[in-house]
C-alpha cells in the first residue's frame, strides 16, 4: 500500500497530538511557551485557582509590548512601571526565566525566541499574541492564543485546538529589484483580503521562498495573521539549520545531530493535498504600500489611490470610509503623498537585516522628516552599532532607540499624533493602531527609510539606482 | 462560568466590515484589571468623542440594554487581545452575529461565554437592513442553532464542540486535568525520543 502523503501541517500535528477527541477537537503538547506584560490576565487566572505554572522550564516571559524605548532619560508612567513590575512578579513567583528590561538579551518575544534558539523547526510554540505565527518561518507549528487558552497553557503547558485546513502560496520566480518579503505579504493580503485565508494554516512555498532569508521568511510567517491565517509555516532547510545552530537554547552535539535527522522530513510529501492551492508570480510583485485602514488596502507604490466603484460592491463603504480616516483624494497617484514621520521597527521588520536594508538606503542622505528606529532586541541593536548602521540613521536625522514593540502598537508611551500620516515598518494600519487619528502606511523598511528621504511615498527604486 | 443555550434580547446592527479588535478595544486601555470592568472601553474611539463625549448617532449609543450586535464580515480580525472579548462581555453583550470572524477572537469569545454566530451574507443583509440601525428583539437557540428576529428566521453556524462548551460553560482547565496521565505519558515519550524539544541545559 502507498504511503499516505501528509502535508507539514499533518506531520507537525501528528507530532504534538496528545489524544484527539470524539468531536475532532485535538488536545496538543505545547513546546515552548512565551508570555508577556499582556499576560496579566492569564496570571490572575492562575492566581484564581491557585495553580502554579505547570512547566516553568517551557516558559519564558519578555518584556516587550511597554518596554520603554528612552530608557533612564526619564521616569516611567506609572501605568506602564505597573505592568512591567507584575510581570516581573508573575515570573518571579513561578520561576520562569525573564528577558527584562536591563538584559542585553531583551527585546521583542518573536525576536529574541529565534536568536535565543528557543524557536527551533518541529517545535509548538504558543504565546499570547498573534503575531506568533512568526516562529512558523522555522518549520514550527507556532500561533498566538487569548488569555484563557494562556492561562492554559501555564496550568497544563497543552493547548485544544481543531485542526485548521491546509492553505499552500506558492511564490515562483524571481524577486525583482527592490522588492522584498514585506511586498510579498502585503501582496497576497492585498488580493485574498484580510480574511482570505481565515481558518487555514499557510504553508509558504516555492522557489521565491527557499531563496528567503530567516529574517524574510519571519516577516511573511509574521504577516500570516493579517490575512486571517492563525498559523504561517515554511519547511525548514539548510538555511534554517544555519541560522539555529549555536543559538543558546538550540540542541549541541550529538542532540544537534538528531534534531537535524528529524527536521529533514520536516516537509509536505510531493503528492500532499492541500485544501487550498494559491500561486504568486514573484515578477508580478513591486514594492507596496498600504492606502488605507485594512492591511488588504494595499497596492504597489506606482498605483494611485483607488475609488470606491474600482472595487466589489461589498467593499466600497469600507473604501470611501478609509479614504476620509487617512485623508486621501481617489485618483491622486501613491507616490508623492507627503509623510510627517516614519518609523522603522517591531516584530515584522525589526530584525538586523530589515535595518542593513534601509540603512542602505539612508547611507550618506538626509530624512525631510521626523522618525524613530526600535531594533526588534538589544542584541539587533548592539550589532547594527557594530556595523554602524546606527552612525547612518543618526546622521540622517532620525533617532535611534531602544528596542520594544514600541510604535507599532503605542502601550509604551510612543504614539502618533492625530492626522499625521507615518510610514511605518510594522504590521497593523488599523484606525487609531499607532495612537488615536493616526494614519499608518505598511511597507518594507527600505520604503519607509526612502519615504524619510523625500518626506513623501516613494518608490524605493529611484533610491537604489545607483547604490552599489 | 454558567452555561446557557436560549438567551432572548436586543439586538442592534452595526453594519460594517472587519471591525478589528484594536477598533473593539484600542490598547491603550489593556493595562486595567479586569475587575475594573471593561465594559466602558468597548468600541471607545468609535463611539466616543475626544472629549469621551458619547456620539449620539452610533448605534449602540442611541439605545440601552443590547445584548446582542449583527456586524459585517471579519469580525474581531486582528490581535490576539482577549480584552476585546471582555469589553463586549462587560457590556452585556451574549451574542456577535457576523457572516465571518477573526479565528483567535472566535475562540476567546467561547471561552467567556460570548456567541459568535456565523451566518451566510444574505442573512446578514437580510437582517441588517430588516434592523436599518433600530433595535429588535431576537431569540436565540443555541441547541437548535436558530435564532428569531422579527419575521426572519434563520440558522446560524458554530463549531459544534464550541456550542457545547457554551451550553455546559465548561472550562477548558477542568477538562483537560481529566487527561493528565495521556499528558504525562505523551511528555515522557516525547522527552525520550526528540530530547532536542527541551531547551538546551534546562530540565
Redesign the interface.
Known sequence: MKPISQTLLDKLWAAHEVLRRNDGVSLLWVDRHLVHEGSHHAFAKLKERGLSVCEPNLTFAFVDHYAPTRRGSQSLDPQILRMIQTLRQNADDHGVHLYDLDDPRQGIAHVVGPEEGLTLPGLLINCGDSHTSTHGAFGALAFGIGATEVAHVLATQTIWQRKPKSMRITVEGALGFGVSAKDIALGWIGKLGTDGAQGHAVEYAGAVIRGLSMEGRMTLCNMSIEGGARFGIIAPDETTFAYVKDRPFAPKAGAWEQACAEWRGLCSDKEAPFDREVVLDASEIAPTVTWGTSPEQALPITATVPAADDVMPAKREAVRDALAYMGLKAGHKLEGTAVDQVFIGSCTNGRIEDLREAAHVLRGRQAKIPGQVSPGSAKVKAQAEAEGLDQIFKAAGLDWVASGCSMCVGMNGDLVEKGQRCASSTNRNFKGRQGRGARTHLMSPAMVAAASVTGMLTDVRRLLERRP | MAGWSTHIGMAVSLP???I?T??LI???F??V??AQGYGRFLLH?MRRE?TGDLKADFPLNAHEGMSVLIAG??FG???????A?YALVDSGIRAVFAP?F????A??AV??GLLPAQID?ATYETVSQSLERRPHSITIDLDTRSFQLGAVEARFWI???WA?KLINGWD??D???H??A??AA??NT?HQT??????????
Open positions: 460594517q466590515a472587519n478589528d484594536d477598533q484600542p490598547a491603550r489593556m493595562s484589571p479586569r474611539d475626544e464580515r471579519n480580525s486582528g490581535s490576539s487581545r482577549e480584552a472579548v465571518s477573526g479565528d483567535i477572537f475562540s476567546n471561552n467567556n451574507e463549531d459544534d464542540s457545547l477548558d482547565i477538562l483537560t486535568r487527561h493528565s495521556a499528558i505523551f511528555k516525547r526528540s530530547a532536542w524539544a527541551w531547551p538546551n541545559g534546562a530540565d
